[in-house]
């Protein structure tokens, strides 16, 4: 049975151009995870629950951006961003990721 910090780590994939290459050429996948999470934390998460093997996690925090409106500035959030490397031949179907 898992522990509700291990579906709470993970929050969801990014899916986005930069994301999609990186897929394809080195076979890292891009989630947004919760900002107290470590790589530990983040590694022990993806294997339990997609039943991959992690070669190596690298993580980052985004910084606000400043945006403007007709009604006025706003800035936008922070989160945390994890970059995850999977083994050779391995791979997570983001269609329908638990199979």
Do not use: C, H
Not at 11 to 25: C, D, F, G, Y
Not at 48 to 55: H, L
Not at 75 to 97: C, D, R
Request: aromatic letters at 10%.
């Amino acid at each position: 049975m898992l522990s509700e910090k291990t579906y709470t780590t993970i929050k969801n994939p990014v899916i986005t151009e930069k994301a999609a290459i990186q897929k394809s050429a080195s076979n890292t996948y891009v989630f947004k995870v919760s900002k107290e999470a470590t790589k530990t934390d983040i590694k022990n998460s993806i294997e339990e629950v997609f039943g991959v093997v992690v070669n190596s996690v690298r993580v980052l925090n985004t910084k606000f951006k400043n945006k403007r409106t007709r009604f006025g500035k706003y800035k936008t959030s922070t989160y945390k961003k994890a970059y995850v490397t999977l083994a050779e031949g391995k791979e997570i179907n983001m269609e329908n990721p638990f199979k």
